[in-house]
């Protein structure tokens, strides 16, 4: 017996999410809009914003260009595999705007052209200016082509905007009043690591809480990249974003995709829920730490062999002490990887030297200290694009081709 991913009930739920909204091709127009320069220039600097996107605009103009790395060190392409920089730990628009400035001092660093942040999506980070001048920085100024939210579940909300999600739905949400009209959702294994992520753990509908605050991110910021950490949420958000092409979502390594066997069953649920132009909602899969130079490969072939769209595969080179093993080192698999002839993102959740805040506790500071400790988490992604500017001119060396941020180069 094949079993359907969502029931008639869960397709109603979240079809009436998309229609509170407007309906897709409102949420689609939306998003569009704001992600013009000038719409974000004009509401980040009605909250206060408006000098620091002046001096980022300042800092990109001292940025280096691969053009010119390439007419000195000679370098050709001469191999199949594709090199995309990717780089974790944007924790808003402070951090992001310290490390500008840190870059543009240094002058000899290619910018990735991917950027991860994981900061809860809290009505402050959202509302506040903070989320929208940070993708300012990174999508319009530097051109990133993805910038990456991340959607906690254990993050606190305003308790009538549950209410209104079970008015819309009909489900409920198992969630704690904490007072100031603030309820969080109760998660049962806060207890461990993982479950302190506050996204791993997705119980009974609590998908569609995280469909609902994604989308109050993108209409407000213009958000559009997604981190994705469940079974449950990225088979609600595939059926979700089939007719909202301006949204999009990455695989979270925590999700376990360890091994071909998870591959697969992802790919299950990317053929489930293919929009009508054959495309997906799915962007990128992050391969987990375990996998080898092997079991990547088999993934990227499978892909392949799926005639499924094409989607990033993704492999940590570096990772923070709290996240795995000490002293991670993916960089040779990376080559076997790239020489093997398939593509490749490199991503960096740290540059493989202990540092302040190059923790997972950077990810879950209160809006408040997160800002109080801009210079030290600034300095930390500031030394991953260091570590990831490295390894992908170590990549350029060896005949591949490898994606950087528009910033990054002259036209």
């Not at 998309?18 to 998003?31: E, H, K, L, Q």
């Not at 987990?288 to 492999?315: R, W, Y």
Request: proline share 2%; aromatic share 8%.
């Amino acid at each position: 017996m094949h079993f359907k991913l969502l029931t008639d009930r869960d397709l109603k739920a979240i079809d009436a999410l998309i229609d509170a909204y407007g309906g897709a091709r409102a949420i689609c127009d939306r998003i569009a809009e704001v992600r013009k320069y000038e719409t974000r220039k004009k509401m980040a600097g009605d909250k206060g914003y408006g000098q620091m996107l002046e001096q980022a605009e300042q800092y990109a103009g001292e940025f280096p260009k691969v053009e010119d790395f390439v007419e000195k060190e000679g370098i050709k392409v001469t191999k199949k595999g594709v090199c995309t920089t990717q780089v974790s730990g944007f924790q808003g628009a402070r951090v992001t705007h310290n490390c500008m400035s840190r870059v543009a001092k240094n002058k000899d660093v290619l910018f990735p052209t991917e950027m991860i942040s994981v900061v809860g999506l809290t009505d402050h980070y959202i509302y506040s200016g903070d989320l929208l001048a940070t993708l300012a920085m990174a999508e319009n100024i530097l051109g990133a082509s993805k910038f990456c939210s991340t959607n906690l579940l254990g993050t606190p909300l305003p308790e009538e905007r549950f209410a209104k999600i079970e008015k819309i739905t009909g489900e409920k949400f198992d969630r704690r009043d904490l007072g100031d009209d603030l309820s969080q959702i109760i998660l049962k294994n806060m207890g461990t690591a993982f479950g302190n992520l506050g996204g791993v753990e997705v119980g009974d509908n609590n998908h569609l809480v995280y469909l609902d605050t994604i989308t109050r991110a993108a209409l407000e910021t213009g958000a559009n990249f997604f981190l994705n950490p469940s079974w449950s949420t990225i088979v609600a958000a595939c059926y979700y974003a089939r007719e909202i092409p301006e949204m999009s979502f990455k695989i979270s390594m925590l999700l376990s995709t360890q091994n071909a066997i998870m591959f697969r069953m992802l790919m299950n649920i990317v053929k489930e829920y293919l929009r009508d132009d054959g495309t997906t909602p799915l962007y990128e899969i992050n391969i987990g730490n375990a996998a080898s130079a092997e079991t990547f490969i088999q993934c990227s072939e499978d892909l392949k062999a799926s005639g499924l769209p094409q989607i990033s595969l993704t492999a940590h080179l570096r990772i923070n002490p709290d996240l795995g093993m000490e002293d991670f080192n993916w960089t040779e698999n990376a080559h076997k990887v790239l020489d093997s002839g398939h593509n490749l993102t490199i991503k960096y959740e740290s540059d493989g030297t202990s540092r302040p805040y190059d923790t997972m506790e950077a990810y879950f500071l209160s809006d408040e200290d997160r800002d109080d400790k801009a210079d030290l988490i600034g300095d930390v992604i500031y030394h991953k694009c260091i570590r990831c500017d490295l390894d992908a001119r170590a990549i350029m060396r060896r005949g591949h081709d490898a994606k950087f941020a528009k910033i990054a180069y002259k036209s």
